[in-house]
């Protein structure tokens, strides 16, 4: 079988040495230069499956070669080595294109991790066909340029900030990114910063030793843990306490994280990409977030466009969501009328694409002979501005009672349907919201 076949490019022979052993070993041909001018010139004549290059080279520096490899060879993945500390060229490397960084001294378990990941996107090995067209559904110029975004993404260890309004699909974009990637068949672990308790964050996060606090029965392995080898998910990152953001930030930077009550701290190999509807930029400047971890964080932003944005991609979203309920209701595809699907165009959808999920969603419940006509999509109607709309003619409890549905359904799609925090949220316990779901025909 042909070998894997990689570029090492420093101008320090032991250290290529080093490089060219620990790649040997692993079965992976390799080739050398010494510098900038060298590694042009190997690159032209040889087809190479990984480049790996020191940032300090004679003739110029790593960032100009991950240039040069994006703009010749992007299928290749580049990853430099960075000077010890020197955080701010990994992440003008990642910026600039780079798939990875290391950090010298070159930790050699760290290294192999690397290479497997850069090998497995080879064009050798993925027979696989990016997932994303198939499932962020949209023929907008706006959502091929997410697509393509996430096709590009996925194949770095960058961490990248998911940007857009609530309900947009910056869920969805990172699960693509992260099944997209080399890390596709490890775990994706999505986590609701704004749902975990903030006394529980530590522990949630990092894991506990047994006996480490009063209800440590067992030991427990926190997110970062679970995660190992693949992406953790920070969803409303924004909602993060301040000593969480300090934690977190240490256990990024160190690539360790130390459970609550153990001696050791523990390796941990996970990408990290974030989301959050709020202005994280705004929050730094106003020192509700902290500016080193959103700089760790926000190495690459992907903003998702808001549903009316690109009214045009809503009928073809519609009819998927449609086909999915009937396929899950066990009946045919309800169909829109014209004047229906001319009533979505032309809603502004606030809550984007979860939005049109639930609108349809109740339509078809309401629909007679699996038409469903403008009447039974309930759009709500364009407010004078105070948020409320007057209910003409509405008995009082009617209207106290979508008032409350619509406070309960905010709550559940701010906390992502965690009842648990969505009665937090609305001032009840569990029980009155579980109460008020059941009156209400919620869930
Ligand atoms: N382009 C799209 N194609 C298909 N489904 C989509 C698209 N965009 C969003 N969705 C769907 O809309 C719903 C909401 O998406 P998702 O949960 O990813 O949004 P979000 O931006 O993370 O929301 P929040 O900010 O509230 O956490 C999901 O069911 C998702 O599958």
Redesign the pocket.
């Known amino acids: 079988m042909e070998h894997y076949k990689a570029l090492i490019v420093d101008d320090e022979p032991d250290i290529r040495e080093l490089l060219e052993m620990t790649l040997g070993r692993m079965g992976i041909d390799t080739t050398t230069a010494a510098d900038l001018g060298e590694a042009f010139g190997r690159l032209r004549d040889q087809r190479f499956d990984l480049c790996l290059t020191d940032m300090r080279l004679p003739d110029g520096n790593g960032i100009e070669l991950v240039g040069h490899i994006q703009e010749h060879h992007p299928e290749l993945p580049v990853a430099v080595i960075t000077a010890f500390g020197s955080m701010e060229t990994a992440i003008a490397a990642l910026k600039a294109g780079a798939f990875d960084f290391v950090s010298k001294p070159v930790d050699l378990t760290v290294l192999r991790g690397l290479v497997e990941k850069a090998l497995k996107l080879s064009s050798r090995t993925t027979g696989r066909q990016p997932a994303a067209e198939q499932?962020?559904?949209?023929e907008s110029p706006a959502?091929h340029r997410v697509r393509e975004l996430i096709a590009k993404l996925a194949r770095s260890q960058a961490p990248v900030y998911i940007s857009?309004e609530?309900?947009?699909?910056?869920?969805?974009v990172a699960r693509l990114i992260h099944e997209n990637g080399p890390r596709a068949d490890m775990p994706f672990v999505p986590v609701n910063c704004g749902a975990i308790p903030s006394e529980l964050m530590e522990s949630e996060f990092f894991g506990h030793r047994k006996g480490s606090f009063t209800g440590a029965l067992t030991d427990k392995p926190g997110l970062f843990q679970a995660a190992h080898g693949g992406t953790l998910f920070l969803?409303?990152a924004a909602d993060l306490p301040m000593h969480m953001q300090v934690k977190l930030l240490r256990a990024i930077q160190e690539k360790a994280v130390r459970p609550i009550g153990a001696q050791k701290e523990v390796k941990i190999d996970v990408r990290i990409l974030s989301?959050t509807?709020k202005d994280l930029g705004e929050l730094v400047q106003r020192n509700a977030f902290r500016q080193d971890l959103y700089y760790r964080i926000n190495v690459i932003e992907l903003h998702?466009p808001s549903l009316r944005d690109h009214p045009e991609d809503i009928p073809l979203?519609a009819e998927?969501i449609l086909r999915r309920l009937g396929g899950q209701w066990g009946q045919d595809t309800p169909q829109l009328d014209p004047a229906a699907i001319r009533a979505l165009t032309g809603y502004p959808f606030p809550g984007n694409?979860?939005e049109l999920?639930n609108i349809l969603e109740r339509a078809m419940t309401l629909c007679e002979g699996n038409v469903i006509r403008t009447e039974d999509l309930h759009l709500p109607q364009p407010s004078g501005g105070s948020g409320v709309t007057t209910a003409a003619g509405e008995p009082l409890p009617e209207y106290l009672g979508e008032l409350e549905r619509e406070a309960i359904l905010q709550a559940l799609?701010e906390t992502?349907w965690n009842r648990t925090a969505a009665a937090r949220k609305l001032g009840i316990t569990f029980r009155a919201l579980r109460y008020r779901l059941k009156k209400l025909g919620i869930e």
């Open positions: 499932r962020l559904l949209g959502i857009g609530s309900g947009t699909g910056k869920e969805l969803d409303e989301a509807h998702v979203l998927s694409v979860r999920e799609e992502r």
